[in-house]
Nanobody
Framework: QVQLVESGGGSVQAGGSLTLSCAAS????????MAWYRQAPGKQRELVAV???????HYADSVYGRFTIARDYAQNTLYLQMRSLKPEDTAVYYC???????????????WGQGTQVTVSS
């Protein structure tokens, strides 16, 4: 069974840093696109950053220059380095990945369980 397991959330003061991790586990052929989303209370889930492959990353305007998405392809792990955190970054952060079960199958969409990030002013 394929799972995305997240870690690294927590509480930090404004201006601080946190790094989130997301590891894909189970039996599969390949992980394609990986991304981080977040959902603040009362708001819709939004895309934070996406990694389409080597040197191909895109960011939401609200985090550009402060967050960095990175992948360890050998370990099928995704990271989100968050710097200069602001109270408005407070949200539950979710890992998302498109994963192929076999070389012949289309990619299936998977979500992590979410990890809370709280930034205090």
């Amino acid at each position: 069974q394929v799972q995305l397991v997240e870690s690294g959330g927590g509480s930090v003061q404004a201006g601080g840093s946190l790094t989130l991790s997301c590891a894909a586990s189970g039996s599969f052929y390949r992980v394609n696109v990986m991304a981080w989303y977040r959902q603040a209370p009362g708001k819709q889930r939004e895309l934070v950053a996406v990694s389409n492959g080597l040197n191909d990353a895109h960011y939401a305007d609200s985090v550009y220059g402060r967050f960095t998405i990175a992948r360890d392809y050998a370990q099928n792990t995704l990271y989100l380095q968050m710097r200069s955190l602001k109270p408005e970054d407070t949200a539950v952060y979710y890992c998302n990945a498109e994963i192929k079960a076999s070389i012949w199958s289309p990619g299936d969409d998977y979500w992590g369980q979410g990890t809370q990030v709280t930034v205090s002013s």
